[in-house]
Nanobody
Framework: DVQLVESGGDSVQAGGSLKLSCEAS????????MVWYRERQDKSRELVSS???????SLADNVKGRFTVSQDENKKTLYLQMNELTAADTATYIC??????????????????????WGQGTQVTVS
């Protein structure tokens, strides 16, 4: 099974920085668009950032200038660098792929998910 796993969440003071990571051990996502969502305590979900197959990135207006989304060159790990954090950034950060994403290992073993691959999330708390 291909399971995205996020890491890097923590409790930090306002103004601090964190770098989140997202990967599925051994799999690359060269054929997939990838996104970061955040889910607040009230269960509202917000699209924070995206990176497309060709590397084009986008960020929500309320994080532009503070957050940066990137991938490693093998497209196995998705990152979200978050700077100048505020209490409003407190949320569970979840990474996901587009529907129909196909993830493959270096050995050529591939899996496709009609609903896309999703992580469980990592908690970011800013006080």
């Amino acid at each position: 099974d291909v399971q995205l796993v996020e890491s890097g969440g923590d409790s930090v003071q306002a103004g601090g920085s964190l770098k989140l990571s997202c990967e599925a051990s051994g799999y690359e996502f060269k054929r997939c668009n990838m996104v970061w969502y955040r889910e607040r305590q009230d269960k509202s979900r917000e699209l924070v950032s995206s990176i497309s197959v060709d590397g084009t990135t986008s960020l929500a207006d309320n994080v532009k200038g503070r957050f940066t989304v990137s991938q490693d060159e093998n497209k196995k790990t998705l990152y979200l660098q978050m700077n100048e954090l505020t209490a409003a950034d407190t949320a569970t950060y979840i990474c996901a792929t587009n529907r129909g994403c196909t993830a493959c290992t270096d050995d050529g073993v591939c899996h496709m998910s009609r609903s896309g691959f999703w992580g469980q999330g990592t908690q970011v708390t800013v006080s």
